[in-house]
C-alpha cells in the first residue's frame, strides 16, 4: 500500500508560478513511476507529466512541455511538480500518483492517488 499526500495548490496569477509537493509514504517508492495528473471541471483526468521508475524516464504532455518539470527524491520519498509561467488553462485539481511500472496515459491504470490539491490561475 502507498500513501499519497499532495500540498502546495493555490491561486496564482497568470504568469506566476507554482511547486506541488507529494510525499509518499508505505512501499519501496523507487520502485513506482511517479506521475501528476490534473481534471478541470467537466474534463477528463489527463497525465501531466510522470517520473520513473528512477529518475531517468520523464513524460510531458505537450500542453506543459517547457513550462512544467517534475523531480522525484527516492530519499525522502516526494516527488514534485515547478509549474512555471501558468495560464488560466492550467487551472484544474492536480493529483499525485503511483504506478508499479512504468508510466501510462491511462489514469484507470495507475494504481495509488493522492487525495488532490486545487490549482487556480487568474487571468
Known amino acids: 500500500q502507498v500513501q499519497l499526500v499532495e500540498s502546495g495548490g493555490r491561486l496564482v496569477q497568470a504568469g506566476g508560478s507554482l511547486r506541488l509537493s507529494c510525499a509518499a509514504s508505505g512501499r519501496t517508492f523507487g520502485a513506482f513511476a511517479m506521475g501528476w495528473f490534473r481534471q478541470a471541471t467537466g474534463k477528463e483526468r489527463e497525465l501531466v507529466a510522470s517520473?520513473?521508475?528512477?529518475?531517468?524516464?520523464?513524460y510531458y504532455a505537450d500542453s506543459v512541455k517547457g513550462r512544467f518539470t517534475i523531480s522525484r527524491d527516492d530519499i525522502e520519498n516526494t516527488v514534485a511538480l515547478q509549474m512555471n509561467s501558468l495560464k488560466p488553462e492550467d487551472t484544474a485539481v492536480y493529483y499525485c500518483?503511483?504506478?508499479?511500472?512504468?508510466?501510462?496515459?491511462?489514469?484507470?491504470?495507475?494504481?495509488?492517488w493522492g487525495q488532490g490539491t486545487q490549482v487556480t490561475v487568474s487571468s
Open positions: 500518483a503511483a504506478r508499479q511500472s512504468y508510466y501510462t496515459i491511462n489514469y484507470r491504470s495507475w494504481d495509488y
Open positions: 517520473i520513473g521508475p528512477g529518475d531517468t524516464r520523464t
